[in-house]
């Protein structure tokens, strides 16, 4: 019963360089979501998946790239990564079909860091 | 104004004494509200929602809201030294979810 589980926990990255953060579920939830939370800002949308094959910007979309391969799994892309990428990242599901419902379930979160 | 705010903290009770963190909102549309625990390092748990007026309870959590001041608060009756942790508070309106930046709350053994 893993409930929502994120790969890598840590990563450090130098500007410039790419990487995809993954993410699956095996609750058979709906929605799925991608945020970031920075000291300060609280949490913030990047992307949202309502179903599969279907993505949604949030808050703050700039810089990343989205792919809802399943139902399961949600992947994070960073095409080129900034200093300003540097935060703790979260996947949550939810049962929502909108995507617009609030998360019910996180992962433990990816803590990455761009040089 | 932020959309949602909350008093950072850290506020400090002693254990056993009720715990009340508060949040305030700014889009008058919004519909639902929701409460989130986050112990350090950890990622965010939901705790409570609550949709209507007035007061929601689930065990030692009250959840209060009022539309018309705009703000809903958590009360945490009997802390326990367990209960510290940063409160998120979240808000939605028009499909769209707003956290509050969370308060740090810590219960004195």
């Known amino acids: 019963n893993a409930g929502v589980t994120q790969t890598p926990k840590f990563q450090v990255l130098k500007t410039g360089q790419s990487m995809t953060l993954q993410c699956a579920q095996d609750?058979?939830?709906?929605?799925m979501y991608w945020y970031r939370q920075d000291p300060g800002m609280g949490l913030r949308l990047i992307y949202y998946s309502a179903s599969e094959g279907t993505t949604d910007k949030g808050e703050v979309p700039n810089g990343y790239n989205v792919s809802r391969l399943n139902k399961r799994e949600f992947s994070l892309r960073l095409e080129s990564a900034a200093p300003s990428q540097t935060s703790v990242y979260f996947c949550a599901s939810s049962l929502s079909t909108t995507g617009g419902g609030q998360p019910q379930h996180f992962g433990d979160g990816t803590r990455l860091s761009i040089l | 104004q932020k959309e949602v705010e909350q008093n950072s903290g850290p506020l400090s009770v002693p254990e056993g004494a009720i715990a009340s963190l508060n949040c305030t909102y700014s889009?008058?549309?919004?519909?639902?509200f929701f409460w989130y625990r986050q112990y350090s390092g950890k990622s965010p748990e939901l705790i409570m929602s609550?949709?209507?007026?007035g007061d929601k309870e689930d065990g030692r959590f009250t959840a209060q809201l009022n539309k018309a001041s705009q703000y809903v608060s958590l009360l945490i009756r009997d802390s326990q030294p367990s209960d510290s942790a940063t409160y998120l508070c979240?808000?939605?309106?028009?499909?769209?979810?707003?956290f509050g930046t969370g308060t740090l709350l810590a219960v004195q053994p």
């Open positions: 979240a808000v939605s309106a028009t499909n769209k979810l707003i």
């Open positions: 609750m058979n939830h709906n929605s």
């Open positions: 889009d008058r549309g919004s519909q639902s």
């Open positions: 609550i949709y209507s007026n």
